[in-house]
């Protein structure tokens, strides 16, 4: 086996890949330059999400009172049919 043909074989080869990574280098830094699209949700500014964040509170504060309404009148629903309180027993 001939060393100095396989060592000039490999600066070859070296040299080749080395135009080819630049090429490429350069691609990607010509195609990152360029606009891209973004998907899914936009940003929001730190005033808008605490405006979320106060809008979602009442919410759910509205939701759990509801919720608990909607629990006790079954209770008292209970009580009147059975023609006293829902713990009496006969």
């Known amino acids: 086996m001939d060393i100095d043909k396989t060592l000039r074989e490999l600066h070859q080869e070296k040299k080749r890949l080395d135009g080819t990574i630049a090429a490429l280098e350069a691609r990607l830094k010509v195609m ?3 606009q891209r699209h973004r998907r899914g949700r936009k940003g929001m500014s730190p ?3 605490l405006e ?3 809008r979602m509170q009442k919410y759910w504060e509205a ?3 509801s919720a608990h ?3 006790a009148e079954p209770k008292s629903a209970a009580a009147t049919a ?3 309180s829902p713990s009496a027993t006969s």
Do not use: F
Request: charged residues 30%.
């Open 52 to 54: 979320v964040s106060r």
């Open 63 to 65: 939701r759990k009172a």
């Open 32 to 34: 990152s330059g360029l």
């Open 82 to 84: 059975t023609g006293g």
């Open 47 to 49: 005033e808008q999400r």
């Open 69 to 71: 309404t909607l629990h």
